[in-house]
């Protein structure tokens, strides 16, 4: 990497930031392509939000991504929101405009492509979400388009509830429902469903760890889609394939918000072979955060 005065600089706004892959991300993406781009974590203290997203701007900053707990915080200091991000209420990547920044939200898109990469199909899908945070309900709003039923399984049902009503308004039908997890006895045991795991157990370093034990709710789902990335493989992965169902991680949700980003900050499109030298990057990165 050669850094001159023509060099761009984006950047990750978080707290924290440190154990980040998206580095390894866009940096090995502007080496492919050859582009003059630095990509750095920017460690981004409580409370200072906005002077994060104004400075980034007033540095000439090209572009941001913005991680936990700012994706909604963000919002208030953009001067324009793209429709899915502001319908979804989070925003991870932020473009500059005139005046300001444009915030988006490639997590979902993201997801849907990793989803399309690993011949994981919703379209007519019966889907379970496990968790009712930021993200849940993010996928939630995504699948309402093509689902055929969505349903929401919390440890804390009103959020789960919650969420299903705002999805049943858009869709303008009874599309999603909730459900305690402890409830998941109740589903139906005749057709098995894809389940898209959103919650934070079973991450590093709570390895051990999945929302539900029981190998009995393991055989209602055929595909067992996990959102954490660190492990690679997660306890909820491993109950999933022991019971005979296909199960995946949320290393390619990461690898392709990231690409997705970058096409926006740059304007160029991410060949095949550039997204497999940044997966190959992320891979080698993960080895070094894992257990
Ligand atoms: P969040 O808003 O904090 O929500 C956390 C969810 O986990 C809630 O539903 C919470 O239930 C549930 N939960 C936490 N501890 C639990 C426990 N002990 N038992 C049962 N449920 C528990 O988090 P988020 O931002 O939505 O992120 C969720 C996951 O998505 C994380 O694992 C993160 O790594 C992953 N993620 C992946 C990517 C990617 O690119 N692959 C991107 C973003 C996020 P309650 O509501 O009852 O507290």
Redesign the pocket.
Known sequence: MNINGCTRTCGLIGNPVEHTMSPAIHNTLAEAMGQNLVYVPFHVQTGLVREAVEGAYALNLLGCNV??PY?SQVIPYLKEIDPLAERIGAV?TLVRVEGGFKGYNT?MP??AR?MEADGVKIAGEKVLI?????????VAFMLADAASEILIM???VE??RKIAEEVNACAGRELAGALS?SDYGKLSKTDRCLAI???????YPRVD?A?IEDRDFYERIHTGYD????PVRTRFMELTTEAGGRAF??????LY?GVIAYELWTGVRVTKDMEEQAFRAMKQESTGILL
């Open positions: 991680t936990v994706k991870n997590d993201g997801l990793a496990l968790g009712a945070g930021g993200v849940a309900r993010a919390n440890r804390t959020k789960a997890v795991q959103a919650t934070n157990v079973g991450m760890e929302v959102l954490i990335f660190n991680n949320g290393l390619k949700m990461l918000q």
